[in-house]
């Protein structure tokens, strides 16, 4: 398929899923207007969209955001240097892998967010409680995809490697880590997006931070439109923040 064809496809998609969201929004107006849905549990979409500017306005949302960004970027430094680091240890110890892979893999699965009294005893009230465990919380994705990549590269291009009298680290260098690549990114989006969602729990759970406890004080004031217009906000930041990963990838692998 060509880069026209493709591009096009990309687009067409996603004006497609925007009129998706846009019908859903109207419908969701007109059942809260008929009284179908309660105001009192749901506000207006139209009052949220308004709210949009009080919360930018009055509760400082963006410096609120650049904190929530600070935070997720350390929580992925750290996860993306631990993770990928782990990763290629346990490609090259086979004992090891069998050992922690399924450990790992469950982990995965765990609601992370719920230590947070433990990292709260460790760290105290402080943003590094928040980084750590959306780290921790983004580390499994990481090191299984970085894992998976590792163990999928072609027989075929070890065999190519060998014959030029590549050493183990030249090898790696120049074959496996390539070869690797593509599944490494998907990790570190995936593995970036869960500790996105869990540095937002966390400022949540803590009321300290950004964005979260904007939504807790929102929340606490019955404030219906402003608190869904700061959740809308969280969505939107995380949608921007899926899109620019994927931007940033296809960057770096042109060919993608």
């Excluded at 608190?227 to 995380?238: D, N, R």
């Amino acid at each position: 398929m060509s880069r026209a064809a493709t591009s096009s496809q990309r687009w067409g998609a996603a004006i497609l899923g925007f009129g998706a969201l846009v019908a859903a929004v109207v419908v969701l107006e007109i059942l809260i207007r008929v009284d179908l849905v309660s105001p009192f549990v749901v506000p207006l979409p139209s009052d949220v969209l308004l709210a949009f500017e009080r919360i930018v306005v009055e509760e400082g949302v963006f410096r609120r955001f650049l904190v929530t960004a600070g935070e997720a970027f350390g929580a992925g430094l750290i996860l993306a240097a631990v993770g990928i680091s782990v990763g290629i240890l346990l490609d090259r110890l086979e004992l090891l892998r069998r050992a922690t892979e399924n450990w790992i893999a469950a982990f995965a699965a765990a609601p992370i967010v719920l230590i947070y009294p433990l990292f709260l005893v460790i760290f105290g009230r402080s943003a590094w409680t928040i980084v750590m465990i959306g780290a921790l919380a983004g580390l499994p994705p990481v090191i299984l995809k970085t894992l998976e990549g590792l163990r999928a590269v072609p027989p075929v291009l070890i065999d190519v490697g060998r014959s030029f009298s590549l050493d183990a680290r030249q090898q790696f260098l120049k074959i496996k880590l390539p070869a690797a690549l593509p599944s490494i990114f998907v990790g570190i989006r995936l593995g970036l997006m869960f500790a996105l969602i869990n540095v937002v729990g966390v400022e949540f759970l803590i009321n300290f931070g950004g964005l979260g406890p904007l939504i807790n004080v929102l929340a606490e004031r019955y404030d219906l439109a402003g608190t869904y217009a700061a959740i809308a906000f969280v969505v939107l930041v995380s949608v921007c923040f899926f899109a620019s990963l994927e931007r940033i990838e296809r960057w770096l692998r042109p060919g993608s």
